[in-house]
């Protein structure tokens, strides 16, 4: 996923409430703190608080009227491991027209786009080319539909045309198509670099694509990059990622690159 960048979002949101007049203003940024508490636990691996947050969070946009904030909590929630453990869980959640009152139906386009990443990820998860490629082509026509001066809320990631070139290559990764998921994961870095938690991502997959075409020495290049962001970053999430990627270089394990990536891991023990 994209980086939420956490801690600005706080700031940035409690500030609004010094301008906010009406109670379902006050609501719905309540509903949005909460949400964006939830993102914060989840970092932690806190996934019960941060499960209660998204819950709480999309009760008071639905208390609010919005929409397009409730359809955040509840694409929030997909992300849990309670979700992702079941794609058929998180694609029914996901392709939902409303859930707990909240109209995903409503939402704005940039929400939208984000829903469609995610359905993305899950079809990749079990392996639908198809479907996945296919609601990466609906982020693209959602992005099309943004509008630059819709508003700050609610404070999604970054998406552009770079991070969604990003999201097909990670995409092609996972689906075993490194070849073709390279021109668009070096695109996607060349243009990020002031997005260090998506870079963190975009590095692990680019790994997992040389490990794919066993290319050991540069894998172990670009997990050692992705670590070095995750770290720099705070994200406990990237760290994870490439722990979880390591698992692919055990073929190779009595090679100087794995041990390197084994030196580099064991440090954060």
């Known amino acids: 996923m994209v980086g939420l960048g956490h801690p600005t979002c706080v700031v940035a949101a409690g500030h609004r409430w010094i301008v906010t007049s009406s109670q379902s203003d006050l609501t719905s940024l309540a509903a949005e703190m909460s949400i964006l508490m939830g993102w914060l636990s989840k970092e932690e691996g806190d996934y019960f608080t941060a499960q209660q947050s998204f819950t709480a969070g999309l009760t008071a946009a639905v208390e609010a009227e919005d929409h397009d904030l409730g359809a955040y909590a509840v694409a929030s929630a997909s992300t849990l491991p309670a979700f992702r453990s079941s794609p058929q869980q998180s694609?029914?959640?996901?392709?939902?027209?409303?859930?707990?009152?909240?109209?995903?139906?409503?939402?704005?386009?940039?929400?939208?786009l984000w829903i469609s990443v995610l359905q993305a990820e899950v079809h990749t998860r079990v392996g639908s080319e198809p479907e996945a490629f296919g609601a990466l082509d609906q982020a693209d026509d959602y992005l099309a539909?943004?509008?630059?001066?819709?508003?700050?809320?609610?404070?999604?990631?970054?998406f552009d045309e770079a991070s969604l070139m990003g999201e097909r290559g990670i995409t092609a990764v996972r689906l075993q198509q490194p070849a073709d998921a390279e021109p668009s994961l070096d695109h996607a870095l060349a243009n990020m670099a002031d997005y260090p938690k998506t870079q963190s991502r975009l590095l692990t997959n680019a790994a997992r694509g040389h490990l794919q075409q066993g290319r050991i020495d540069q894998a172990c290049s670009a997990a050692l990059r992705s670590l070095d962001v995750a770290l720099h970053t705070g994200s406990g999430v990237g760290v994870a990622?490439?722990?979880?990627?390591?698992?692919?270089?055990?073929?190779?394990?009595?090679?100087?690159?794995?041990r390197e990536l084994d030196e580099a891991l064991a440090i954060q023990l």
Do not use: N
């Open 91 to 112: 694609l029914a959640l996901l392709d939902s027209e409303s859930v707990r009152g909240a109209r995903l139906d409503r939402a704005r386009p940039s929400t939208k």
């Open 145 to 158: 539909q943004v509008d630059p001066g819709g508003g700050p809320r609610p404070l999604l990631g970054h």
């Open 241 to 258: 990622d490439v722990r979880e990627l390591r698992v692919d270089f055990q073929p190779y394990a009595s090679t100087d690159a794995a």
